[in-house]
């Protein structure tokens, strides 16, 4: 049972079902959002429902979770985000002090992010069937920058935005009641106002992702598949916390695969990327495409070695967002 | 447990939680969408989750329902649906076979809606949760015409588009297993076109507002209550099957209250009735605005007396959409 987490399963899943059915040059492009003109203005469109369990974990709440993330696959699409709707599906017996939490946190959400809540529908269902709660966002953002796979050039630079691996190791440690020596928190946040920073700056960002289920390597992979370029990662230059990394090797897992939930991937031109640094301090410059036109993503791994990062196979952390 | 049923418990659950929290211009409204303009286009955005119970029932399944239901809020918006989220949350377990069938109906139905869908969402619970699956829908319109409950003037006919009631009673009866002299289907269709054909003839369409959770009555009494006019009704006039109101005496239901999923109320120029009733064969004149300042709905019945017609309290049917 892999459907959703991401990995192979899910975009079989996704594939066999829906994308015959739905195809559309819109839908075809495989972006976390549509990005098309109504009148004189380039919007992006973007839906994901959340069923992260637990509602709450440090860092945050289902409520803020799903408003950054539907901002975030706006940024991603070089997008301002501006307005969302809402929808909940609520488990009869929820509590409304639990409710009215996870409201104030997305209201929260919403101003940092600048966005506006506009529509919502409420839905209640059995005692048992939603876990609490589920919250669907869809957003609306208008496009300031083309960004997209097809401009992806060899020579660019692969800048990550901040270190890896915090919420996928928060979600999965509260859930399982595990503690380590220092606390880890979710890094849910919204990425917009980086994106605004670095176009403010006449950056050309020539591609974004968000780093969600999957992680780093599967938004590689994705993006690395679509352009038909490889592309070479130095490890030892992507920040991970040394918390994060001891809660990883203690549980089995590889940061580069754990969901992010506040982080992204820029791609752009190597003359920028100090430039990029400058403006956005916690970042750091991962990788370089290559002028090889394959999908492969060569890893430089930090014990010297060089593998190929491969896609996350099957689900890694289930119900993480 | 009242909440989701748009009677009385839920405005409350909304207003007590929701309304103080994201308190803001355009979702004050309380319209089903929300209307903005981006760059010279105004545009109208909702958004509904579908949890409808089951999947499958005649006359549709749970993804016609969950585009057509998007498609009609936008067109009660005045607006011509354009483009469609869609969020899937699957149970472990469910057939694929189920979420071919379901998927090819919100395709069929998009088509026929005139609508692409553009980007989606799918995410995986437990099985024992999320009843097979749930759906949200959130879609994008560019508005045509302004509809609006202020809008609504004394002496304003009140025309329904068609029969009340058979899709309330259509899921009630295929949930409980009941059968009736007559089949009952529901009547999940997209109300874009009749609304276009009405603006196409020129018709100053001053309200609409469709017939879904709660029926004809609440929808009629939220309308009453945003303008603060009162109106009259003639029940008489009220289109309902012959199958339909023997449904509703043997469960003891008013299909006044009873949930459609392709029928709406329109608010127009006494002067353009005759019009609008050409253009609309199945609908019917069933009433007129008062030029009276309260919120109340007079229902001149069929045995002949005079009553009030008031807002459903609680839960009539639960889960029907």
Redesign the interface.
Same mark, same amino acid.
């Given at each position: 049972?892999a459907?959703?987490?991401g990995g192979r399963m899910?975009q079989r899943?996704?594939e066999?079902?829906?994308m015959p059915?739905?195809s559309?040059d819109?839908?075809d492009t495989r972006h976390?959002?549509?990005v098309?003109t109504?009148?004189?203005?380039d919007?992006a469109?973007?839906?994901?429902?959340?069923?992260v369990r637990p509602l709450i974990f440090p860092g945050g709440n289902i409520g803020d979770l799903a408003v950054n993330g539907t901002v975030n696959d706006l940024a991603m699409c070089g997008a301002q985000p501006?307005?969302l709707?809402?929808?909940?599906?609520?488990e009869?017996g929820l509590e409304?002090a639990t409710?009215?939490t996870i409201?104030?946190s997305?209201?929260a959400a919403a101003s940092r992010a600048g966005v506006?809540?506009?529509?919502?529908?409420?839905?209640?269902?059995d005692h048992?069937? !939603?876990?609490g709660l589920?919250i669907?966002t !869809?957003g609306?953002g208008?496009v300031r920058h083309r960004v997209a796979a097809d401009r992806i050039e060899p020579g660019d630079a692969i800048i990550v935005s901040g270190d890896l691996g915090a919420h996928g190791i928060t979600i999965l440690s509260t859930r399982e009641g595990l503690e380590f020596d220092a606390p880890v928190e979710s890094d849910t946040a919204p990425l917009w106002g980086p994106v605004a920073a670095l176009l403010d700056a006449g950056i050309d960002i020539h591609c974004l992702r968000d780093l969600t289920r999957g992680g780093f390597s599967s938004a590689l992979n994705e993006l690395a598949q679509a352009r038909n370029l490889a592309m070479e990662i130095d490890e030892g230059r992507i920040p991970v916390t040394e918390t994060v990394r001891a809660a990883c090797e203690l549980l089995g897992l590889d940061p580069l695969y754990v969901a992010n939930e506040g982080r992204f991937v820029a791609f752009l031109p190597a003359s920028q990327t100090a430039r990029a640094l400058e403006i956005l301090p916690h970042a750091a410059h991962a990788g370089t495409v290559l002028n090889e036109t394959s999908a492969i993503v060569h890893l430089r791994s930090i014990s010297g070695g060089n593998r190929i990062l491969q896609m996350i196979s099957g689900e890694q952390l289930?119900?993480i967002c």
């Open positions: 049972m459907h959703g987490g899910s899943l996704i066999s079902v829906f059915l739905f559309n819109l839908l976390d959002g549509a098309f109504i009148g004189n203005a919007l469109f973007s839906t994901d429902s959340y069923v501006l307005y709707s809402c929808g909940f599906i609520l009869e409304i409710l009215r409201a104030e997305m209201q506006q809540l506009v529509t919502g529908d409420t839905k209640v269902v048992g069937k !939603a876990d589920y669907n !869809a609306i208008r289930p119900r």
